[in-house]
């Protein structure tokens, strides 16, 4: 029995090694959960086209993926939100932020009678997570909805009570338009002390909480609304439109930004100039090394980069993602040959 | 949670005398004392671990916050500034709501099928009750959210605010907004997951009653009822509390089904209407996107407490056994 074990466990290690030798390169990566899908999809065809590379992703949040890529557990990480200059700082290595894909976040709400799609002032945004405005027939709700018959109710808000990259972009909005939220609240995160609301676990938490609630109103990404065809709403952009979001419009957000874009891609695009953009999107980023000494891991990670900026971003449409601008591809493109 | 467990078992007196030793020594009886020792070391060993990992994981929120962590209500991610009190507040009202419905209706049950019930639908019975207990938690959690808080919002909810409400003192409980997620709709959906392990475990502690007992109470003119209250259910004391305790043990570490119906929204109110939250709950819900050190630790440190808490009542449960057998009820 014991020998028999024996041999059985030494017949796996040699083939394990074996298909080392033989060339196979296996990456660990780990972090956000908004992009899995894509990444998903992404990693599986790529894996397909060049069978001796293996990506292994966990999507255990941005979170974990960044503490992860800092103790060098992973061979890269994802995250929703960039990484602070302090998060930076303690590394012990230098990090690449690479942009992947582009994602929005909608307010839904759940109003008797009103059918139509309501549109949302930046202010009333603002009013509503902050606690000040508390009925829906709120003068700087209703002067955006004229024709619209709004109850005198309470609203009830919602928020997400896991932390998430939804958040963290839709507390990027709020901060960039109101300066009460950017002194009670603070900045853009993944969790934050919500000065009002109930929380829903999950965008599925979220829109149940809504659905369920008379008179309530939450956030939830763009994808989850598209693909479960639940209604949202139209938000008030820079220019002073009231756009409804789409994948087109998303991306039109971070082409009308892209020329600020910072050399290392850490930016928020929310609130961006021009009068077609949707005003509440972000992008999700892959955080890779500047310096991989794996020659092998190192060619992999380039190669996929390149695969992703072309390839890869055929397929974001088809799972509701929009797709990065081409200026941005361009510039990433370049950034590519940082890694070494 | 072992702690209780082992409050369950009745113990079997040793036998003594050389014969007995003799016999021990043949049967392998040491290894077996060897083995079973290890094993027993090996839980203490884990505890410990997970202590001392909790203890130290945690050490840049104890070393800025102290004790106040204990005390502060705010959690607040952003500014750095975390205190625990809204969760243990919540975790403690949500597991004596889910006690103080379950207990009664689980030792009827229990009593009921014990006593009452012929022994054949009895086992059945049983076992479709031990296969409530091993529904996953997310599932409680689904039915919370789609049947729970609905009713609670539409039905019970302003029922209790228009009856209970108007009531002096306890009126507090039943007052303000209500959305139907808060402390009581948890506290319903724990009773409901933690009812099968009170029915279960004194069901079976109720049967181990030797029927002398009975006999010899309605022999002496009890009725079925007055022998099954004054006599059956004393003498599995013991059994029945280990029971709840499990029971309680469940209800302070439940996560996925208390965060899907509790609001998740860090509050100390009296109104059980109010949303709350707990420390298994938003441990959950936040340790996957922790970024900062502190707010990690922070939350390590949560469970710290949840431990501390765990320790605490599991301890105030040994004592309440111990002073309850000495008051009498089963012979020593």
């Given at each position: 029995?014991?020998?028999?074990?024996?041999?059985?466990?030494?017949?796996?290690?040699?083939?394990?090694?074996?298909?080392?030798?033989?060339?196979?390169?296996?990456?660990?990566?780990?972090?956000?959960?908004?992009?899995?899908?894509?990444?998903?999809?992404?990693?599986?065809?790529?894996?397909?086209?060049?069978?001796?590379?293996?990506?292994?992703?966990?999507?255990?949040?941005?979170?974990?993926?960044?503490?992860?890529?800092?103790?060098?557990?992973?061979?890269?990480?994802?995250?929703?939100?960039p990484m602070s200059d302090e998060q930076l700082s303690q590394a012990k290595f230098k990090i690449l932020h690479f942009p992947t894909v582009l994602g929005a976040v909608v307010p839904t709400y759940n109003l008797a009678g009103v059918s139509g799609e309501l549109n949302f002032t930046q202010k009333a945004l603002a009013g509503i997570y902050l606690g000040t405005i508390t009925k829906w027939n709120d003068p700087e709700i209703a002067k955006a909805n004229s024709g619209v018959n709004l109850p005198n109710a309470d609203i009830v808000v919602v928020h997400r009570s896991d932390g998430s990259g939804t958040t963290y972009i839709w507390t990027d909005f709020l901060g960039k338009v109101s300066e009460e939220w950017k002194k009670k609240v603070g900045n853009a995160a993944t969790s934050v002390n919500w000065p009002v609301g109930l929380g829903g676990k999950g965008n599925e938490g979220v829109t149940g909480l809504v659905k369920q609630t008379p008179n309530a109103i939450g956030y939830i990404e763009l994808i989850y609304a598209v693909?479960?065809?639940?209604?949202?709403?139209?938000?008030?952009?820079?220019?002073?439109?009231?756009?409804?979001?789409?994948?087109?419009?998303?991306?039109?957000?971070?082409?009308?930004?892209?020329?600020?874009?910072?050399?290392?891609?850490?930016?928020?695009?929310?609130?961006?100039?021009?009068?077609?953009?949707?005003?509440?999107?972000?992008?999700?980023?892959?955080?890779?090394?500047?310096?991989?000494?794996?020659?092998?891991?190192?060619?992999?990670?380039?190669?996929?980069?390149?695969?992703?900026?072309?390839e890869g971003q055929k397929y974001n449409e088809g799972l509701s993602y929009s797709q990065l601008p081409k200026d941005v591809i361009a510039r990433e493109t370049q950034a590519i040959s940082l890694i070494k | 949670m072992s702690a209780t467990a082992t409050t369950i078992v009745n113990e079997v007196p040793p036998q003594a005398g050389p014969r007995a030793f003799l016999r021990r020594l043949r049967g392998g009886d040491e290894i077996a004392h060897l083995i079973t020792l290890i094993f027993a070391a090996g839980i203490i060993l884990l505890t410990s671990m997970l202590v001392y990992e909790l203890w130290?994981?945690?050490?840049l929120s104890r070393a800025k916050f102290g004790w106040m962590f204990f005390f502060t209500k705010v959690w607040d991610p952003n500014f750095d500034n975390f205190g625990a009190a809204?969760?243990?507040?919540?975790?403690?009202?949500?597991?004596?709501?889910?006690?103080?419905i379950a207990v009664p209706l689980g030792l009827a049950s229990a009593i009921f099928l014990s006593e009452l019930a012929p022994r054949k639908v009895s086992d059945v019975i049983s076992f479709l009750i031990d296969l409530l207990a091993a529904v996953p938690s997310v599932i409680y959690g689904l039915l919370g959210i789609f049947i729970v808080v609905p009713v609670m919002r539409t039905t019970i909810g302003p029922a209790l605010i228009n009856t209970v409400g108007n009531v002096p003192y306890i009126g507090a409980l039943f007052?303000?907004?209500?959305?139907?997620?808060?402390?009581?709709?948890?506290?319903?959906?724990?009773?409901?997951?933690?009812?099968?392990?009170?029915?279960?475990?004194?069901?079976?502690?109720?049967?181990?009653?030797?029927?002398?007992?009975?006999?010899?109470?309605?022999?002496?003119?009890?009725?079925?009822?007055?022998?099954?209250?004054?006599?059956?259910?004393?003498?599995?004391?013991?059994?029945?509390?280990?029971?709840?305790?499990?029971?309680?043990?469940?209800?302070?570490?439940?996560?996925?089904?208390?965060?899907?119906?509790?609001?998740?929204?860090?509050?100390?109110?009296?109104?059980?209407?109010?949303?709350?939250?707990?420390i298994a709950s938003i441990i959950a819900s936040q340790f996957t996107e922790a970024t900062g050190d502190l707010y990690l630790s922070s939350l390590i440190e949560l469970g710290l407490v949840l431990f501390l808490i765990t320790f605490i009542l599991n301890g105030l449960a040994r004592i309440l056994i111990v002073t309850t057998e000495r008051g009498g009820g089963r012979p020593a």
């Amino acid at each position: 029995m014991r020998k028999s074990l024996l041999i059985v466990s030494l017949a796996l290690g040699l083939s394990a090694l074996a298909l080392a030798q033989g060339g196979t390169i296996l990456l660990n990566a780990a972090g956000a959960t908004f992009p899995y899908p894509i990444y998903s999809k992404w990693f599986d065809v790529y894996h397909n086209a060049h069978p001796n590379v293996q990506i292994n992703y966990q999507s255990i949040g941005s979170g974990g993926g960044i503490r992860q890529l800092l103790a060098g557990t992973v061979d890269f990480g994802a995250s929703d939100g960039p990484m602070s200059d302090e998060q930076l700082s303690q590394a012990k290595f230098k990090i690449l932020h690479f942009p992947t894909v582009l994602g929005a976040v909608v307010p839904t709400y759940n109003l008797a009678g009103v059918s139509g799609e309501l549109n949302f002032t930046q202010k009333a945004l603002a009013g509503i997570y902050l606690g000040t405005i508390t009925k829906w027939n709120d003068p700087e709700i209703a002067k955006a909805n004229s024709g619209v018959n709004l109850p005198n109710a309470d609203i009830v808000v919602v928020h997400r009570s896991d932390g998430s990259g939804t958040t963290y972009i839709w507390t990027d909005f709020l901060g960039k338009v109101s300066e009460e939220w950017k002194k009670k609240v603070g900045n853009a995160a993944t969790s934050v002390n919500w000065p009002v609301g109930l929380g829903g676990k999950g965008n599925e938490g979220v829109t149940g909480l809504v659905k369920q609630t008379p008179n309530a109103i939450g956030y939830i990404e763009l994808i989850y609304a598209v693909q479960n065809n639940i209604p949202y709403g139209k938000v008030q952009n820079a220019a002073g439109n009231f756009v409804k979001a789409d994948l087109a419009g998303v991306t039109a957000a971070a082409t009308a930004d892209a020329k600020n874009i910072p050399a290392d891609f850490r930016v928020s695009i929310t609130n961006p100039p021009g009068p077609k953009v949707y005003p509440i999107s972000s992008f999700t980023w892959l955080l890779i090394p500047e310096q991989i000494q794996d020659v092998g891991k190192r060619e992999a990670i380039k190669d996929f980069l390149k695969w992703m900026l072309t390839e890869g971003q055929k397929y974001n449409e088809g799972l509701s993602y929009s797709q990065l601008p081409k200026d941005v591809i361009a510039r990433e493109t370049q950034a590519i040959s940082l890694i070494k | 949670m072992s702690a209780t467990a082992t409050t369950i078992v009745n113990e079997v007196p040793p036998q003594a005398g050389p014969r007995a030793f003799l016999r021990r020594l043949r049967g392998g009886d040491e290894i077996a004392h060897l083995i079973t020792l290890i094993f027993a070391a090996g839980i203490i060993l884990l505890t410990s671990m997970l202590v001392y990992e909790l203890w130290v994981n945690s050490h840049l929120s104890r070393a800025k916050f102290g004790w106040m962590f204990f005390f502060t209500k705010v959690w607040d991610p952003n500014f750095d500034n975390f205190g625990a009190a809204p969760f243990i507040y919540g975790t403690l009202v949500t597991s004596a709501v889910a006690l103080a419905i379950a207990v009664p209706l689980g030792l009827a049950s229990a009593i009921f099928l014990s006593e009452l019930a012929p022994r054949k639908v009895s086992d059945v019975i049983s076992f479709l009750i031990d296969l409530l207990a091993a529904v996953p938690s997310v599932i409680y959690g689904l039915l919370g959210i789609f049947i729970v808080v609905p009713v609670m919002r539409t039905t019970i909810g302003p029922a209790l605010i228009n009856t209970v409400g108007n009531v002096p003192y306890i009126g507090a409980l039943f007052r303000g907004p209500n959305y139907g997620v808060g402390f009581l709709t948890a506290g319903i959906v724990l009773a409901i997951m933690v009812v099968p392990f009170i029915i279960s475990v004194s069901r079976e502690v109720l049967l181990t009653v030797p029927r002398e007992q009975r006999e010899a109470a309605m022999a002496l003119g009890a009725t079925r009822w007055e022998s099954t209250w004054k006599v059956v259910v004393p003498w599995a004391r013991t059994g029945i509390m280990g029971s709840v305790f499990l029971a309680l043990a469940r209800a302070l570490g439940e996560t996925m089904a208390v965060t899907m119906v509790i609001g998740n929204a860090p509050t100390i109110a009296a109104s059980l209407l109010s949303p709350g939250d707990t420390i298994a709950s938003i441990i959950a819900s936040q340790f996957t996107e922790a970024t900062g050190d502190l707010y990690l630790s922070s939350l390590i440190e949560l469970g710290l407490v949840l431990f501390l808490i765990t320790f605490i009542l599991n301890g105030l449960a040994r004592i309440l056994i111990v002073t309850t057998e000495r008051g009498g009820g089963r012979p020593a």
